[in-house]
């Protein structure tokens, strides 16, 4: 249960498990697929000049920036693992979410709804897995069928560069829609415009066409500099924050006011709530972000106790090592 202000920062790390690409994986694959389709201009630039992260080349480099959307949205929607294509895997870390939400401790539905009012989601990806499959096994689940619309209401979600698809502003309308419905099941695609038109899924052809359209959905830093104030005000409310496959880049710490939050971990000051930070270092790859721990807060101090790191894959840290919710 969500018993108080709880968020979660996902990076692409957290994706990795259902099928999609690592930053480093998605700036190969953007590279080749740019071979592929004669946009050569990107191609050869990302050779020449390679980027630590896409987000940051396409910022410096506006003149790319077309493509580079183009071919980010052609590399996910090909990777499209929901629908009928559900992975069923050990690191499925998803389900941890649907159990903590919709635990048989609630006492009744109205007490899931609840839950998911301390539940906010700040995603730095551009797919929309995480919507699609917590929304799906809501529907499928005998209880909570009926009432999950308005669970998937009160979870906000933030995509802090745009999503492929636009998260409805109302989920009730899949409950009122079969058509709509029945799709998002099958394929896994949230509609791109009209709710009773959709392109044929299963043929990869149309899928050029729909990374066209979803395209223009995906942000870049050069396009949205400010501050994402949904995102500052419930990390500054948050009591707890789990940070997942997260890189800790600089620049992303502070378009959601990360920095801030985790400089006033105790809650001294005037930066909202005491926090307790759950942060991932896969295997330890990424030494960097555990000098930012220690710089900021020394070791053997109250701050410091509150914090916690795993080296485990996101469904270990979140299923062995860190308490949650």
Same mark, same amino acid.
Request: hydrophobic share 35%; proline share 5%.
């Given at each position: 249960?969500?018993?108080? *202000? ?38 050869? @630039?990302?050779?020449?000049? *390679? ?48 159990? @903590? ?6 006492? #009744? ?72 419905? @029945? ?65 800790? #880049? ?16 105790? %809650? ?18 990424? *030494? ?11 070791? %053997? ?23 949650? *919710?």
């Amino acid at each position: 249960m969500f018993k108080e *202000p709880t968020v979660l920062v996902l990076g692409a790390g957290a994706s990795v498990p259902y099928g999609y690409p690592t930053g480093a994986e998605l700036i190969e694959k953007v590279k080749s697929l740019g071979s592929d389709y004669n946009r050569f201009d990107i191609a050869q @630039a990302l050779k020449e000049t *390679p980027p630590l992260s896409i987000d940051n080349f396409l910022s410096i480099n506006p003149s790319l920036a077309s493509d580079g959307k183009f071919l980010i949205a052609r590399v996910l929607l090909g990777m499209n693992t929901t629908g009928n294509s559900i992975p069923r895997n050990e690191n499925d870390w998803y389900s941890i979410l649907h159990h @903590a939400l919709s635990a048989p401790s609630v006492a #009744d539905v109205q007490g899931v709804v609840d839950n998911a009012k301390n539940l906010t989601i700040i995603s730095f990806n551009y797919e929309n897995s995480l919507e699609y499959h917590l929304f799906s096994r809501l529907l499928k689940t005998e209880r909570f069928k009926d009432s999950a619309c308005e669970i998937m209401n009160n979870i906000k979600i933030i995509h802090v560069y745009g999503s492929l698809f636009s998260i409805p502003e109302d989920f009730q309308e899949y409950k009122n829609n079969q058509v709509l419905r @029945a799709h998002f099941l099958e394929s896994g695609f949230f509609p791109i415009s009209d709710k009773n038109h959709f392109l044929p899924y299963e043929d990869e052809r149309y899928l050029d066409r729909f990374a066209n359209t979803v395209s223009s959905n995906i942000k870049t830093i050069h396009d949205d500099r400010s501050r994402n104030q949904d995102a500052v005000d419930k990390l500054k409310a948050a009591s707890k924050i789990y940070i997942l496959g997260y890189g800790f #880049d600089h620049t992303n710490n502070e378009r959601i006011g990360l920095d801030s939050a985790l400089a006033s971990v105790t %809650g001294t000051g005037n930066y909202g709530a005491a926090k307790t930070i759950y942060y991932t270092n896969y295997q330890n790859l990424q *030494p960097k972000i555990d000098l930012l721990m220690p710089k900021a807060y020394g070791v %053997g101090n109250t701050a410091h106790r509150r914090i916690h790191k795993s080296e485990k894959s996101v469904f270990d840290a979140l299923n062995n090592h860190f308490p949650f *919710p």
